[in-house]
């Protein structure tokens, strides 16, 4: 593939492939590292590419699996104790705890979801992509990523109740 080509794939899909990254990373920095990796990864492997599926769905999944590597990578090096001691300012503990209930809640019910309506929540929650843009990622139709996030709606909307309840 000529250099011309590789830049215009670059442009076409450098954002889709932030955003996926940032919502699987939930960190701007690590997501933009993992995501200049993915696009040289791909350069050197581009003659994998079969087109099979759009190359964005390609470029997506070569992400995932950077990200996979990287939290193995974490995992070894750094107990979680340290990490969090690390990234938490204890001044602030308080404040950020009281502001984030709602949200840690939300994400400890996602966590119990399936992995890919997991997925496609966090795509459309934080990652803030469309419908249209999830399906690619996934692999599937725009409205099957309608269908999806609608049904993780409701299963979230039920679990709040039953949350309330309690």
Same mark, same amino acid.
């Given at each position: 593939?000529?250099?011309?080509?590789?830049?215009?794939?670059?442009?076409?899909?450098?954002?889709?492939?932030?955003?996926?990254?940032?919502?699987? $990373?939930?960190?701007?920095?690590?997501?933009?590292?993992?995501?200049?990796?993915? @696009?040289?990864?791909?350069?050197?492997?581009?003659?994998? @590419?079969?087109?099979?599926?759009?190359?964005? $769905?390609?470029?997506?999944?070569?992400?995932?699996?950077?990200?996979?590597?990287?939290?193995?990578?974490?995992?070894?090096?750094?107990?979680?104790?340290?990490?969090?001691?690390?990234?938490?300012?204890?001044?602030?503990?308080?404040?950020?705890?009281?502001?984030?209930?709602?949200?840690?809640?939300?994400?400890?019910?996602?966590?119990?979801?399936?992995? $890919? $309506?997991?997925?496609?929540?966090?795509?459309?929650?934080?990652?803030?992509?469309?419908?249209?843009?999830?399906?690619d990622i996934m692999g599937k139709t725009e409205n099957w990523a309608r269908v999806t @996030?609608?049904?993780?709606k409701q299963k979230l909307m039920k679990g709040r109740k039953e949350?309330?309840?309690?």
């Amino acid at each position: 593939m000529d250099k011309r080509k590789v830049e215009e794939v670059y442009e076409e899909n450098v954002k889709a492939v932030y955003k996926y990254l940032f919502c699987l $990373t939930h960190n701007a920095d690590l997501a933009e590292e993992l995501t200049q990796e993915t @696009f040289y990864q791909a350069a050197k492997g581009i003659d994998k @590419f079969r087109g099979g599926c759009k190359i964005s $769905t390609w470029l997506c999944q070569i992400g995932k699996r950077l990200w996979y590597k990287e939290l193995e990578k974490r995992k070894r090096e750094i107990p979680v104790s340290e990490a969090v001691e690390e990234n938490i300012g204890f001044g602030d503990m308080e404040n950020d705890y009281l502001l984030n209930v709602e949200k840690v809640e939300l994400f400890r019910m996602l966590h119990n979801f399936d992995i $890919t $309506t997991r997925e496609v929540m966090y795509l459309r929650l934080t990652g803030e992509l469309s419908f249209s843009e999830i399906g690619d990622i996934m692999g599937k139709t725009e409205n099957w990523a309608r269908v999806t @996030f609608y049904r993780g709606k409701q299963k979230l909307m039920k679990g709040r109740k039953e949350w309330n309840k309690d």
